[in-house]
């Protein structure tokens, strides 16, 4: 008796096993969910849906955005990381919402760590040190000796602090061991750069190449580990300061209790796209590179960037409450 208890418990863990196999190759049934941390028309949300476009056709089902700005990518994420782990949502959001925020946030209503994990990478892009054309540094190395020999004269704008555009250049300050004044915007400081205003700015490559390339602001520095093909005369950062190479991407992620099997899928249909000739063209016409890695090698960049960019946030104590 005891045996064909047993068997027949056997039977049907077999069974629920087969069972949640299915469910998972099953997977997707019905319309996912792309939550984008920024509003309509930004980079975000513009290769949110291009991604999606491609994973709706791959996957067979709708593949919606769902715009949530707010706090800096806080409040997509959070919804994200409250969301019913059944691989129909997924987090559309910057990489600074993972390897910035939870330094200069003291307290975050999730836990980027334990509640929320990569699925996949979508883009990238460095950015440039640029300056407006009067400015008598034609090098980033004559910026350093110009800064060394007047400390806290130069100024260097930044989208506010906290963000990317501040904290590469205080990388750079910390390593070159000059002073600069920062001056944090709310919004774009561009006009004022090329009015003269402020002397510096950390600019994405997708905005900074036409100002380049039209003559109305200077390339000084790319932050990339290599130089850029539109700017291919502006040496990298780090090869004035070795080892300073920094750049700013766009990933996906899901709630942590997600099936394996779902993310694994996931990542292979975004993986797929950015090897797509089609949609390698139409990210590259953006200024910007496809980037499809997998979920381990996403983590890696995860936390190589945290470690840089929490590292720089303690040692200048830089918070955002």
């Given at each position: 008796m005891r045996s064909?208890?047993?068997?027949?418990?056997?039977?049907?863990?077999?069974?629920?096993?087969s069972l949640a196999?299915?469910?998972?190759?099953?997977?997707?049934?019905?319309?996912?969910?792309?939550?984008?941390?920024?509003?309509?028309?930004?980079?975000?949300?513009?290769?949110?849906?291009?991604?999606?476009?491609?994973?709706?056709?791959?996957?067979?089902?709708?593949v919606l955005v769902d715009?949530?700005?707010?706090?800096?990518?806080?409040?997509?994420t959070d919804i994200v990381a409250k969301a019913p782990a059944d691989g129909y949502t997924f987090l559309y959001n910057l990489s600074t919402a993972f390897t910035i925020n939870?330094?200069?946030?003291?307290?975050?209503?999730?836990?980027?760590?334990?509640?929320?994990?990569?699925?996949?990478?979508?883009?990238?892009?460095?950015?440039?040190?640029?300056t407006n054309p009067n400015f008598p540094s034609k090098t980033i190395r004559d910026l350093v000796a110009a800064a060394k020999v007047k400390p806290g004269v130069y100024s260097h704008a930044s989208y506010g602090a906290g963000s990317p555009s501040h904290l590469i250049v205080e990388w750079l300050k910390e390593e070159a061991k000059i002073d600069m004044l920062h001056v944090p915007y709310r919004a774009s400081p561009v006009a004022d750069l090329l009015?003269?205003?402020?002397?510096t700015l950390m600019e994405p490559i997708a905005t900074a190449s036409p100002l380049i390339a039209s003559g109305r602001a200077k390339a000084l520095a790319y932050?990339?580990?290599?130089?850029?093909?539109?700017?291919?005369?502006?040496?990298?950062l780090s090869e004035v300061v070795p080892g300073l190479s920094v750049s700013s991407?766009?990933?996906i992620w899901a709630a942590s209790a997600t099936p394996?099997?779902?993310?694994?899928?996931?990542?292979?249909?975004?993986?797929?796209?950015?090897?797509?000739?089609?949609?390698?063209?139409?990210?590259?016409?953006?200024n910007v590179e496809p980037l499809g890695v997998s979920r381990a090698e996403m983590a890696s960049m995860v936390r190589r960037d945290a470690e840089i960019f929490g590292r720089i946030v303690k040692a200048k104590n830089i918070t955002l409450d």
């Amino acid at each position: 008796m005891r045996s064909k208890i047993k068997l027949l418990g056997g039977l049907v863990l077999g069974l629920a096993c087969s069972l949640a196999g299915a469910q998972n190759t099953d997977w997707p049934t019905k319309p996912i969910r792309i939550v984008v941390g920024f509003a309509a028309g930004t980079p975000p949300d513009i290769f949110a849906r291009m991604y999606g476009d491609y994973a709706s056709k791959k996957l067979g089902v709708p593949v919606l955005v769902d715009n949530k700005p707010g706090a800096a990518g806080n409040l997509s994420t959070d919804i994200v990381a409250k969301a019913p782990a059944d691989g129909y949502t997924f987090l559309y959001n910057l990489s600074t919402a993972f390897t910035i925020n939870p330094f200069i946030y003291s307290k975050l209503p999730f836990d980027p760590e334990k509640d929320l994990v990569p699925v996949a990478t979508t883009m990238r892009q460095g950015l440039v040190l640029i300056t407006n054309p009067n400015f008598p540094s034609k090098t980033i190395r004559d910026l350093v000796a110009a800064a060394k020999v007047k400390p806290g004269v130069y100024s260097h704008a930044s989208y506010g602090a906290g963000s990317p555009s501040h904290l590469i250049v205080e990388w750079l300050k910390e390593e070159a061991k000059i002073d600069m004044l920062h001056v944090p915007y709310r919004a774009s400081p561009v006009a004022d750069l090329l009015g003269g205003q402020v002397d510096t700015l950390m600019e994405p490559i997708a905005t900074a190449s036409p100002l380049i390339a039209s003559g109305r602001a200077k390339a000084l520095a790319y932050s990339d580990t290599t130089r850029h093909p539109s700017i291919p005369d502006v040496p990298t950062l780090s090869e004035v300061v070795p080892g300073l190479s920094v750049s700013s991407w766009h990933g996906i992620w899901a709630a942590s209790a997600t099936p394996a099997a779902v993310l694994t899928r996931f990542n292979s249909v975004m993986v797929e796209a950015a090897n797509d000739p089609e949609m390698q063209k139409r990210i590259r016409a953006l200024n910007v590179e496809p980037l499809g890695v997998s979920r381990a090698e996403m983590a890696s960049m995860v936390r190589r960037d945290a470690e840089i960019f929490g590292r720089i946030v303690k040692a200048k104590n830089i918070t955002l409450d």
